[in-house]
């Protein structure tokens, strides 16, 4: 009867968090570190029923929901902070971040206070599901992990007024994102390709051994050749063949030695303009999946940073871009009509040096 009364006891509000946590440290200047107990013990005050639960702890967790501490001396942050799962605005701006937490950290929250034996739970990389709003500017940041880009609810991320000198090529590959303000960096260029994936062969990446047997293969490959070339002549001064035949003969050579480097492919011509062309303000994907691959950026801020000249990614991978800002740069020439997306609809490139 003692056990069936506790279980009387219980209620959903003792379970679970029924109250949504904004939890605002703005301002503070401060704060020069941020710990996991912080964010549950400010979540327990607005739902303090949750203390009779004993994994409490780790709950109370999913009712944060806002997270402001900007304006502060933080010079990083624990990785729990982007593995809140209910958490949709996030902002660190105003502080002294030189670095964000890597892909490989954990964040170890303890479960349970009672005991000598804390249970800990442990969460690894960057896994908030909703988060949307991110604001990381005016901090002293280097480089941004691409695994930010990777969250599946990020739509707008500030990264202004830092020390960035590029960015990672996965910002194309963001599903939701929409607006990136990178202002005020040192940016030069754009991430054109991912880093890792080459194409060709690296002549400066291959050790001495891997040139000299390449060396010694093409040069076994032409004296095979010459060889080969020397019979046949042999043979066509026994033969003595006419200056026809011997036409001939070397044009069936060349064909056959065309035919072991040359794929014949069949080639379909499809006229998509052959009835009419339909005119439309938006790119029209053929399927979901084109869609969903495509950089849904539609606002990209580029102002005060050293670009040269347009970026030649932005054709390509900014398929959607509506506003581009690349005011305050060094820009020479405003490049051709092509050298932008097709869908742009507001450009500013004032205070430049563009003569042309």
Not at 71 to 79: A, E, G, H
Not at 110 to 133: D, F, H, Q, T, W
Not at 201 to 223: A, G, P
Not at 294 to 300: I, T, Y
Request: a negative charge; proline letters at 4%; glycine letters at 4%.
């Amino acid at each position: 009867f003692a056990s069936a009364s506790s279980l009387g006891s219980l209620t959903y509000g003792s379970l679970f968090p029924n109250t949504a946590v904004m939890i605002n440290w703005h301002g503070q200047n401060c704060l020069s570190h941020v710990k996991p107990q912080w964010l549950v013990d400010a979540a327990l005050t607005v739902n303090p029923r949750l203390r009779l639960n004993p994994k409490h702890q780790d709950v109370v967790l999913y009712s944060i929901t806002r997270l402001d501490i900007s304006r502060n001396s933080l010079t990083s942050v624990p990785i729990a902070v982007f593995q809140l799962q209910s958490l949709r605005y996030l902002n660190l701006s105003q502080n002294k971040l030189e670095r964000l937490p890597s892909n490989e950290e954990k964040s170890t929250v303890p479960l349970s206070k009672s005991g000598r034996n804390r249970v800990m739970a442990e969460a690894v990389g960057y896994i908030a599901p909703v988060l949307e709003e991110i604001h990381l500017q005016f901090n002293r940041l280097e480089q941004i992990p691409e695994e930010i880009f990777q969250l599946p609810a990020l739509v707008s991320l500030d990264v202004s007024n830092n020390k960035l000198q590029s960015l990672p090529y996965l910002m194309w590959k963001a599903s939701k994102l929409k607006e990136l303000n990178a202002s005020f960096n040192l940016l030069r260029e754009l991430p054109t390709h991912q880093q890792g994936i080459t194409v060709g062969i690296d002549v400066t990446s291959l050790t001495s051994e891997q040139i000299m047997i390449r060396s010694d293969s093409f040069s076994s490959q032409t004296s095979l050749g010459r060889g080969q070339e020397d019979k046949n002549s042999s043979c066509n001064d026994v033969s003595e063949l006419t200056d026809d035949s011997l036409q001939d003969a070397q044009t069936l050579n060349s064909c056959v030695n065309k035919g072991k480097f040359v794929q014949n492919m069949d080639l379909k011509h499809l006229n998509i303009w052959s009835k009419n062309v339909e005119v439309n303000d938006q790119i029209l994907h053929a399927d979901e999946d084109s869609l969903e691959n495509c950089s849904q950026l539609s606002a990209l801020n580029l102002a005060h940073n050293a670009f040269s000249c347009i970026p030649s990614a932005l054709p390509c991978l900014a398929v959607n871009l509506t506003r581009l800002n690349l005011s305050y740069n060094n820009l020479r020439s405003m490049g051709h009509v092509t050298s932008y997306p097709s869908t742009l609809k507001q450009l500013d490139l004032s205070h430049n040096q563009i003569c042309c």
